[in-house]
């Protein structure tokens, strides 16, 4: 990443920026905007520190990924990052958007992972009628249904997307009776909101919708309270270190084996190495998986675990996304960041056909259109076992775009 104008630029920057200053004086004008076109700037408010900061961190690297194969330049012009850590807190939210989209006058701005932040991002960039706001992860419903936005799209999913699929496999599998365990916010409610509407859909009864405040950790009154009701599953939604945390509890707690856990993959995405044994035979649905037999999955993984020394996860896939919308649509436009009609248009025709997590395209309402799979884990790693819902649509009630 290049030095954020947040810290200042470094000496050797200002240096270079001198040099070129002075290279630029001696040439024709025409001579000196070739040789150094502006740079686009693209602004990272998501989370480094936190719960999910190794969702913020995968998001980044995968963005990275994606630029650093365009070549580090789009439509011809350099890049410059500018990162602020969002805290997955969205008090801060407000303050944080206008620190990179006024003070910075980014072109694009890429966040966040928490629903809650990215609401107040949206309604500020929605207002301003920019930029261009790309969604690597946040599944808030209403960002893409009442809140839809000419200027605001997702490269990820919807809550309601991630959770849907899950009702009927938990009904498939013969359970009649759940508890649904999450944090209280946007993205609990609605995961487990859009799980509970397809398992009752199919006759099944949810007992409890048990809440614990975000980010906390402290499970156990919870877990004693799943024994005391004795459901036939167990549907949660955790991500990061709080699904590291839960799912090692629901084991230690001798849950595992009496009560099946399901979820929308990201509890246990990015993190069943750390959860050991606790997370095997967690079955779960979500719109990638590690083992998806793909050229392009195939390339994305090495190319990631070459350039990072790790695992992609779907939020490395999100941010790698991120940055082929934003290669398309600078290409649309011939790197003319000014023109913000025409890059939303780029972007609300967009198809990814060589994404690794499959096939998808934009919506009207500016979500993805995409394929959920059924997995689970088996020591530490994913294992692709269906397709769980093909070309799933967010149903974008309340949206009027398109
Ligand atoms: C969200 O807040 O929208 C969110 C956060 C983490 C996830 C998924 C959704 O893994």
Redesign the pocket.
């Known amino acids: 990443m290049r030095a954020s104008p947040l810290f200042g630029p470094s000496r050797r920057q200002v240096l270079r920026g001198a040099g070129a200053a002075a290279v630029a004086t001696l040439l024709p004008r025409r001579f000196a905007a070739a040789a150094r076109p502006a740079p686009v700037r693209i602004g990272l408010l998501l989370p480094y520190s936190g719960t999910?900061a190794m969702?913020g961190t995968a998001i980044t690297d995968g963005l990275k990924l994606r630029l650093a194969e365009a070549g580090e330049t789009l439509a011809g012009r350099p890049v410059d990052y500018i990162a602020v850590d969002s805290e997955a807190s969205p008090p801060q939210a407000p303050q944080n958007t206008r620190k990179l989209v006024v003070r910075d006058r980014v072109d694009f701005l890429v966040g966040p992972?928490?629903?809650?932040v990215?609401l107040a991002m949206a309604q500020i960039v929605a207002a301003r009628g920019g930029p261009i706001m790309i969604i690597p992860?946040?599944?808030?419903n209403a960002l893409t249904r009442e809140l839809c936005a000419r200027n605001v799209f997702r490269a990820s999913f919807s809550?309601w997307q991630?959770g849907y699929p899950c009702g009927k496999v938990m009904a498939d599998d013969g359970h009649r009776r759940i508890v649904t365990i999450t944090w209280r916010?946007?993205?609990g409610d609605e995961?487990m909101g859009g799980g509970a509407e397809h398992f009752e859909a199919l006759g099944g009864r949810v007992d409890k919708h048990i809440r614990v405040p975000f980010p906390d950790v402290s499970f156990q009154p919870h877990l004693s309270e799943i024994a005391a009701l004795a459901p036939d599953a167990v549907f949660a939604?955790f991500?990061?270190g709080g699904a590291v945390q839960f799912v090692r509890d629901y084991a230690a707690a001798g849950l595992k084996d009496r009560i099946p856990l399901y979820g929308?993959g990201?509890l246990t995405?990015g993190v069943a190495a750390a959860q050991g044994a606790a997370a095997d035979g967690i079955r779960s649905t979500l719109h990638y998986v590690d083992d998806l037999d793909l050229p392009a999955n195939r390339r994305f993984r090495d190319a990631y675990r070459l350039a990072y020394g790790r695992e992609a996860d779907v939020?490395a896939v999100q941010g790698y996304d991120t940055g082929t919308l934003i290669v398309q649509a600078m290409a649309a436009v011939d790197g003319d960041t000014a023109a913000v009609a025409d890059i939303a248009r780029a972007l609300e025709g967009a198809r990814l056909d060589d994404s690794p997590r499959g096939p998808w395209r934009m919506s009207p309402a500016h979500n993805p259109v995409q394929t959920f799979y059924l997995r689970d884990v088996q020591e530490g790693r994913h294992r692709f076992l269906g397709i769980a819902a093909e070309a799933l649509a967010d149903p974008a009630i309340g949206c009027a775009l398109g």
């Open positions: 999910y969702l992972v928490h629903s809650g990215a992860n946040a599944g808030a809550n991630t916010y946007a993205a995961i939604f991500s990061g929308p990201f995405e939020f």
